[in-house]
């Protein structure tokens, strides 16, 4: 079974600029969670989306948001890039959202010039 | 954003010792998880706890639910080159109504 992949791996963007990253989950998962990795504040939790809807969402400006589409593929978009948004982002998926059953990808590691 | 202390922030130590890291919070959590990332890579679930007081092993991987609930434990035996990475704690309570939070991570060197 593939595991849960994001594209692109890698991105360059700068500052004002948007960007778009996506990540597809392990067939037959219906949870896309998202996540922001940095150095000084660590993981922490973007939003959830769960067939179609966002179930629950984290702390972050409205620059960040989501969708999900009907074959469970996610995208996240941030507007307006700010320096501090360079991260690892990392999507997470499950079946129904618990996360002892969550899988991780391998991130999209976004730096902002 | 709500965090965990996780602590400590770094080890480096010989290969064939024991590890101990902990992780602490201000609140009540339902479920504790450690993860482990290698470089290049998302984290992977190592080990879940569900109880207070629960004592769970996954291999040389022990963890355990602090009986406050406010805490959880890992304990890595006869620790390998392989274990080297950044393990994470995370939490999960109805406080922080449905995330998951993590802690800041250990990173855990090993001298052959």
């Known amino acids: 079974k593939a595991g849960v992949t994001q594209t692109p791996r890698y991105l360059i963007k700068t500052r004002g600029q948007q960007v778009t990253l996506s990540c597809s989950p392990i067939?037959?998962?219906?949870?896309v969670s998202w996540y922001q990795q940095t150095p000084g504040q660590g993981l922490q939790f973007l939003f959830e989306y769960f067939s179609e809807t966002q179930r629950n969402k984290g702390n972050f400006p409205g620059r960040f948001s989501g969708r999900q589409f009907s074959n469970s593929r996610s995208e996240m978009n941030v507007s307006t890039l700010e320096l501090g948004d360079s991260a690892l982002y990392l999507c997470?998926?499950?079946?129904?959202?618990?996360?002892?059953?969550?899988?991780f990808g391998p991130g999209t590691r976004l730096t902002v010039l | 954003g709500q965090q965990l202390n996780q602590s400590p922030q770094s080890m480096f130590i010989q290969e064939g010792e024991d590890v101990s890291m902990n992780c602490t919070s201000s609140s009540i959590f339902n479920t504790w998880l450690w993860y482990k990332q290698d470089p290049g890579e998302g984290p992977v679930l190592l080990i879940a706890?569900?109880?207070?007081?629960e004592l769970t092993s996954n291999g040389r991987l022990t963890a355990q639910f602090g009986i406050t609930r406010k805490d959880s434990f890992l304990n890595i035996s006869a620790s390998i080159p392989s274990d080297v990475g950044i393990y994470f704690c995370?939490?999960?309570?109805?406080?922080?109504?449905?995330?998951?939070?993590f802690g800041q991570g250990t990173t855990l060197q090993v001298k052959p």
């Open positions: 997470a998926s499950s079946t129904r959202g618990s996360y002892n059953e969550q899988f």
């Open positions: 067939s037959g998962h219906r949870s």
């Open positions: 995370a939490g999960y309570g109805s406080s922080n109504t449905g995330k998951l939070i």
């Open positions: 706890l569900y109880k207070a007081g």
